[in-house]
């Protein structure tokens, strides 16, 4: 028989459900380190199943009551594996386009306030975090990364009124759906003020307020990550910080910019973070990416600024030492990056393939 697959959508339906399934990730050990499903299996019998070795899923010993579901890079060796589990008596499906389709998989957690509530969608694979302010009935989007049917969806099924959607920064890991989202509802999107963008916005600058509902979301410039980098403080509970500040660790300095330029920036990114750190210790840190997989949970990534100053002791370095540090600990830079930031400049991601230009982790910490 023609062996079964499935396409991401279904097994994130399943995860999201808790349905019993057992996702076996078949990729070499430096691939799935790079990324990987949460709750996965690994083992890796990429080489052998290439080779069509018909022992090289002789190890796997599942309850065959559970469905199997294979998983590598792009969805075709993973069905020679499907194919062996299934010729052994599991019900084995394949994942269609495998981690590349993966990446636009996603998941939500909620935190609520007195007076508003945030809901955290999350891309599971490559930990895009992008978020819902609520208050009352109306919304606010921010650093939409995700297809813009999925909050189109969530502010039709909450009766919600999206009055803005903003962006933290122009982004070079993932391609903002902020234009598109924002143009689906008649309005114009929002983003820090920079010089860059071809299409229409509306500038954003330090002390920009937004009121939302019962609250107001206040613009504080951040520069450092990327010159426009902002973040915004939510009734002064909440800080949703993009990548200039993580749970774990800061962002990096270094993107579209020579070595002079990337110490001028992680100088920048040092005083905008002495600026969050003096903030109330109780407000909560939600940022714009996280560097593991994300659990089926719903539970919400973020911290307090408080814990955020005990885990990260970037933070209490003199500048000299910061920039020092901050510079030897750069990640490989992402082979994607320049492609993305010009699609964001432009607005305009008509002609490409969305998911073979996101595919990959994001790379936007330094801990």
Known sequence: ??????????????????????????????EREEWHISGSIHVDAYDELKKNNPNALEAINFDKSIPVVTVCA??????????????????????????KAWSLSWNT???????FELVQFRRTGKGCLSYMIIS???????????????????IEYRNLTLKYVVDTHVHADHLSRAKELAESFGLKPSIPKNNKLVYPFHSISDNTTFEVGEVQVKAIHTPGHTLESTSYL?????LLTGDTLFTNGVGRPDLKANEEEARQKASLLYHSL????????????????????????????????????????????????????????????????????EKNLAGDFTGINLIDLEAGANRCAIS
């Open 1 to 30: 028989m023609e062996q079964k697959e499935i396409n991401a959508n279904t097994l994130r339906q399943w995860l999201d459900s808790g349905k019993n399934v057992n996702v076996l990730d078949i990729r070499p050990t430096h």
């Open 74 to 99: 792009g969805g075709k060796t993973s069905m020679i594996a499907a194919q062996l589990l299934h010729d052994s008596g599991y019900d084995s499906y394949n994942l269609q386009g495998g981690m």
């Open 109 to 115: 957690a909620q935190l609520s306030f007195d007076r």
């Open 136 to 154: 009352g009935q109306e919304a606010m989007a921010v650093d939409a990364s995700l297809p813009v049917e999925v909050y189109r969806d969530f």
């Open 234 to 238: 939510v009734d002064d509970k909440a």
């Open 274 to 341: 002495k600026k969050l750190i003096v903030l109330d210790s109780n407000i909560v840190v939600l940022p714009g990416h996280t560097s593991q997989p994300i659990d089926f949970d719903g539970k919400p990534i973020n911290s307090s600024i408080g814990e955020v100053l005990q885990n990260v002791p970037l933070l209490h370095q003199d500048e000299d030492v910061f920039i020092q540090t901050l510079l030897s600990r750069i990640p490989e830079t992402p082979s994607n990056y320049l492609t993305i930031v």
